[in-house]
């Protein structure tokens, strides 16, 4: 497999895992700091998909 398709999944992968646990951690109790635990874990989405996306565009300079 190549090195760019791995780093697509393994990206995809830890940004779906991060939104089911914030969503998991957003739900599980009705305390402010467990809702506040979620909101900040579901902020990783985008920064997780950021990298991946930075990552994946500086793989393309070497060529």
Do not use: C, H
Not at 46 to 53: C, D, F, R, V, Y
């Amino acid at each position: 497999m190549k090195p760019e398709t791995v780093l697509r999944v393994t990206t995809l992968l830890a940004a779906a895992a991060s939104l089911v646990l914030s969503v998991w951690l957003y739900f599980q109790s009705d305390t402010i700091e467990d809702r506040l635990n979620g909101i900040y874990v579901g902020v990783w989405v985008p920064s997780i998909l950021a990298l991946g996306a930075f990552m994946l565009a500086g793989q393309g300079k070497k060529s």
